[in-house]
């Protein structure tokens, strides 16, 4: 694996000052998404994790010191890919949706998962618990 982060290179301007430019990641395509890493939330515990087909979408259950439920989207992020060579979990939408019950808690990650763009059925969708 071959990785420069940026090269120095005089532009042809006219005070011919050296400037940074990003080069492209050269050799590699972007990892598979981390089914490893686990959703990190401040006061909350992970209670299930459900993925789409790809898995390059998933939905956390996670609950809080109080015993509700909340529920978030992530998707897997390679747009750095390229430049820096770092791929992670990131935030796909605002929504975190709060309830009282696990089981809603469950239907609601299903519907989130239903959204994105590469789960068409339930029935596809993957758990981890």
């Not at 390679?78 to 089981?103: C, H, N």
Request: hydrophobic letters at 35%; charged letters at 30%.
């Amino acid at each position: 694996m071959i990785f420069v982060s940026h090269l120095f290179y005089p532009f042809r301007d006219r005070s011919a000052r050296f400037r940074a430019i990003p080069l492209r990641h050269i050799g590699s395509a972007p990892p598979s998404p981390d089914t490893s890493v686990r959703f990190r939330h401040v006061d909350e515990e992970e209670i299930e994790c459900l993925y789409s087909p790809q898995q390059e979408y998933r939905v956390g259950i996670t609950r809080d010191q109080g015993g509700r439920y909340r529920v978030r989207r992530e998707r897997w992020n390679t747009s750095d890919w390229d430049v820096a060579a770092v791929a992670f979990w990131s935030d796909d939408d605002a929504r975190v949706t709060i309830t009282d019950t696990l089981e809603n808690a469950r239907k609601l990650a299903a519907e989130r998962l239903s959204e994105t763009p590469d789960a068409s059925r339930q029935d596809a969708i993957q758990h981890r618990v």
